[in-house]
């Protein structure tokens, strides 16, 4: 597997601070968790630039970490994982599907939209995991349709256990970046203080 280098690492931290995109306080998470930071990525596709790099910067990682030949689709997790992974399959080349909420009562009637053949290998995509119940509830969905699913990427790993339950129902979780490399790299170039940094620090889920 291809490791990012620290130069990337630091230069997606700063992007992150640039775009205010780490916020401190009391939040409630898609998970239902409770947590003392946010990291908003929703912002990104309202800086054309930054979007074209974040998204070539996926792009480029799954072709050299996974591969284009170990997967015949891309699937978006709703909702922000819907708006990168349209992108990243463009640029790709790839067939795109996404996955609604839930199951729709009219037209087909199914949670998959797009083409699905039984058999497909279908890699997920997402913005960020936090515990992974949403990206394994989005690779049921996929299965339920005949899809293979066996491996995710997301562009930050908040390390709070979801790589650990991905591994537990058969999926590999791919991470561009892990939130302690972004903090302490945050940290070092001073762009958060020490409590921010043990604030951050403090919600990773030890091994």
Do not use: W
Not at 47 to 75: H, M, Q
Not at 76 to 88: D, E, L, M, N, T
Not at 165 to 172: A, D, R, S
């Amino acid at each position: 597997m291809e490791k990012v280098s620290q130069e990337k690492k630091d230069q997606m931290a700063n992007i992150l601070f640039k775009l205010d995109s780490i916020k401190f306080g009391v939040f409630k998470l898609s998970s239902g968790k409770a947590s003392p930071y946010y990291i908003d990525l929703r912002v990104i596709p309202s800086f054309p630039d930054v979007f074209r790099e974040i998204c070539d910067f996926y792009a480029e990682y799954i072709t050299s970490s996974i591969g284009l030949k170990n997967f015949d689709r891309t699937a978006g997790i709703p909702v922000a994982g819907i708006i990168f992974a349209s992108q990243i399959a463009y640029n790709l080349r790839k067939p795109f599907l996404f996955v609604s909420k839930g199951v729709r009562l009219h037209g087909r009637q199914r949670r998959v939209e797009g083409v699905l053949a039984s058999g497909d290998r279908v890699l997920l995509i997402d913005d960020l995991i936090t515990t992974g119940l949403t990206i394994k509830k989005t690779a049921n969905a996929v299965r339920a349709e005949g899809g293979v699913v066996t491996d995710a990427v997301v562009f930050l790993d908040r390390e709070e256990g979801g790589k650990q339950q991905l591994e537990k129902c058969g999926i590999k979780l791919h991470a561009l970046l892990k939130i302690n490399e972004i903090a302490n790299t945050l940290y070092d170039l001073g762009a958060i203080d020490q409590e921010s940094l043990k604030t951050i620090l403090k919600q990773i889920k030890k091994k």
